[in-house]
């Protein structure tokens, strides 16, 4: 895997995050009482072997770089390969497409810079736990061009109208693609993640932009799908697709099962995050807890119930926390009741608050907001 390098390619339509992703890019969105969704992505590459990654950015991204620093908490602050932010060139437009050649072009440099001869793409939005290698070895055991990652979503129940969806053949070759199809023909979901050699993607890249096309998947998968070999690789592990504040807040209180947890951030390796050395979370005499991810730092007066809770969060006495997910330093005061809410940071609700949204359609409450 030292010669395969990782592409986080962040361009994102951030529209489907909504409050949560205003102020911040979905990667950066935070995810399971103290992690953010790029940290499952880019521990999966690490975790792998990967050891030169770069980011695709678009806007927004001061929160990202202020959580991934010069990520030495992933072994990534090294002199030859490692972290690299690649921001968009001059002429780049923000666009709706996730993986956009034009920003790839900006950045030809560093890819032919690069000492790896295979490169594997991600977005952010897809969180698992994984391991490369396995995709890797199939890869070169097929002979492909490209390896398409996908997961069979049959029986899920979750809307894939948003989703790159896949058709494959019985040895495995995908003989059809389609982005956000409005009649689904099958159940195969494509992750967005994909191992070719560098050397096809720069000469994807160099085609498709001398045409004025700018979406890989569409202008270079799908349109070379009779010249290319692309495969599709099966992964049958736990995924949590996050494409709506529905999804997000499904997904979220799907960690209160033990067995998903666990699968989670202990499956195939540990998820990294960025350290912040703080205190145990303390239990006040009279507060009571059940079945709840809290993180460090909090200080817990009342009731928590089936919720998530990040770091440094105080509930006060007389205080009812259920199905919710509080966000780092919120500060819920005595007396109020918080029910199937998604609080972002910096929250506070005032006492005797009573704030209920459903479990369909969780209360979203935006940043620093005093209710």
Known sequence: MKNVMGIINLMEDEEFLKEI?????????????????????????????????????????????????????????????????????????????????RH???????????????????????????????????HQAM??????????????????????????????????????????????MSMEMCIMEKSLLVELIHRCYSRGECDLVRDGFIRNLNRLRIYGFPYQGYLAHIDSIQSYYNHSMELLRPEIWQQLFFDKGLIITKVKDGAPTKYSKGSRVHNALIANGCIIEGTVENSIIFRGVKIGQG?????????????????????????????????????????????????????
């Open 104 to 138: 790839f072009h900006t950045h030809l440099d560093y890819l032919q810079y690069s000492r790896q001869k295979y490169i594997l793409i991600s977005g952010s939005n897809m969180i698992c736990n994984i391991d490369y290698r396995d995709a890797f070895q199939f």
């Open 319 to 371: 205080a009812h926390i259920k199905d919710s997910i509080i966000m780092q330093k919120c500060k819920i005061e005595e007396g109020a009741l918080v029910e199937n809410v998604i609080a972002d940071k910096e929250v506070t609700i005032t006492k005797g608050k009573h704030l209920k949204g459903e479990k369909n359609y969780p209360m979203v409450i935006m940043k620093k907001t005093v209710i």
């Open 143 to 188: 002979n492909a061009d490209i390896t398409i990652l996908y997961k069979d979503m049959e029986n899920t129940g979750e809307d894939l109208s948003r989703c790159h969806m896949v058709e494959t053949a019985e040895d495995g070759r995908i003989i059809d693609l389609e982005i956000n199809p409005n009649k689904m023909r099958g159940s195969k």
């Open 21 to 101: 992703s205003h102020h911040r890019p979905a990667a950066a969105v935070p995810f399971g009482g103290r992690y953010r969704m790029i940290d499952f992505v880019l521990s999966n590459m690490v975790n792998s072997g990967i050891r030169n990654v770069g980011i695709i950015v678009q806007h927004k991204y001061r929160a990202l770089m202020d959580h991934l620093g010069n990520g030495k908490e992933w072994d990534l602050d090294r002199k030859r390969d490692g972290l690299f932010y690649l921001p968009p060139g001059q002429g780049c437009q923000q666009g709706s497409y996730r993986w956009d050649l």
